[in-house]
Structures are given as structure tokens and as C-alpha cells.
């Protein structure tokens, strides 16, 4: 497997929000946003990656699924204890995509809008759901599908870490094959590249670490207004 990886703050942040984490040896790979205009949204995005990876490093005897939810429900509650612990911190959060992998097999868990992302020959499928407050309107039949983007609503999360005591993740696994990527990116590039200029840039002969800054360059060219994480693997 070949991994790129780039955080950046943007080219309108102040500072960068984001964290990830790669533990290729566990197969743990993780982007984690925190929620800007919140105090210690840094400070959340850290304290989850902290959190899960200490999880992974002690837990090794459980099923996927459990331990990720374990995991991300462990670093919820330790972000929400911090944030009433200190007022400086109050209603910091962030956003959480992790994905865990075991030979062919894909666990995700996610819970905000970081999204995942598998290529596979010339298709790009979303694998996780944003939870925004426009993603709920097209639920609702209030929002057209096309017009989320461009939404304002498109930036109001409905869920995320650390904001209430209790979380609720979605999950889903899925079968890598050899030669797919896999995409995790916090929405800083989401926001900038639509899914077929994300399939066009990876789609090059270019080597994953080339691919990974094409991409940074590209939705800082389309403006950069968020702090832009990108995690890319190839199988």
C-alpha cells in the first residue's frame, strides 16, 4: 500500500483545525476537523486522535466495529468533560472520519463532514454521509441534492464530537480490491473539488504523493477558505 498525506491551513484560517492520523501498522487512518469558529476546535481535533489511537494501542481483541465506536464514543466524552472543565473550551468540537483496515476489508466510522472516498477504476463513490444541516434538508425534500454545495446550510453540522455528552456514529464496511483508492479529506477539499475533478486528478500516472498535493493545489486555487486535510491510499 501507498499513502500520501497533506494538512494545510488554507489560504483564509487563521490556524489549522485539522489533525489526522496514520498507524499503518494497525491499518488506523483518521482525519478529524475541528469546528471552526469554536474555541479549541484544534484542541478537540487533537484530543480525539489521542484518545483513539491510546484506544487501538490497548484493544486489540475486539471486532472492528466495536472498537471504533469504543474509540470515538471514549474521545466524545473526553472532549465534552474537557469543554466544561475549562471555559476557554466551552462548545469545542470537531468532526471525525476514521477508517480501519484488515487485508480486504473497510471498517468506517463517522460522525460530522469529513468524508471517505473510494476510487475504483473510473468511478468515485462517497462512502459516508455528511451530517449537515443541508444534507437533513434533502432528507426532508427540502433541498435539492444539487444545490447542497452551494448551501449555506452545507456548513452547519447537525452532529459532531464533544458537543453533547452522548454521540451517534455511522458506520460501514466495504471490500477493498487491489488497485482502488481509498480518500479520507476533511471538508476544506470536499468544498473546493467536486467528485470528478477529484477523479481526474487521481486519475494521473503520478505517484501518490504527487496526487496528494495536486489535490491541496488545486482546491487552493478554487480559494483555499477552509484548512485542507488530505489522507490518500493506494492498495
Known sequence: MK???????????????DNYLINQEQGLFIVCDGMGGHKGGEVA????IDVIDKYFQGNQDENQVTMLNKAIELANRVIWTKGKEHPQLYEMGTTITAAFLDNDQLTVANVG??????????????????????????????????????????????????????????NFTEEILPGDFVMICS??????LDENEILSIIHTDKEVDSI???LLDQALQKGGHDNITVILMRL
Request: hydrophobic share 35%; aromatic share 2%; charged share 25%.
Open 113 to 170: 463532514d469529513s468524508s471517505l472516498y473510494i476510487i475504483r477504476n473510473d468511478n468515485i463513490r462517497k462512502v459516508t454521509r455528511d451530517h449537515t444541516l443541508a444534507q437533513q434538508m434533502v432528507s426532508d425534500g427540502l433541498l435539492p441534492h444539487e444545490e447542497v454545495r452551494a448551501s449555506t446550510y452545507n456548513h452547519v453540522l447537525t452532529r459532531a464530537l464533544g458537543v453533547e455528552e452522548e454521540v451517534i456514529i455511522d
Open 187 to 192: 471538508d476544506g477539499l470536499s468544498d473546493m
Open 212 to 214: 496528494t498535493c495536486e
Open 3 to 17: 499513502i500520501g498525506v497533506i494538512s494545510d491551513i488554507g489560504l483564509m484560517r487563521n490556524k489549522n483545525e
Open 45 to 48: 481535533s487533537q484530543i480525539a
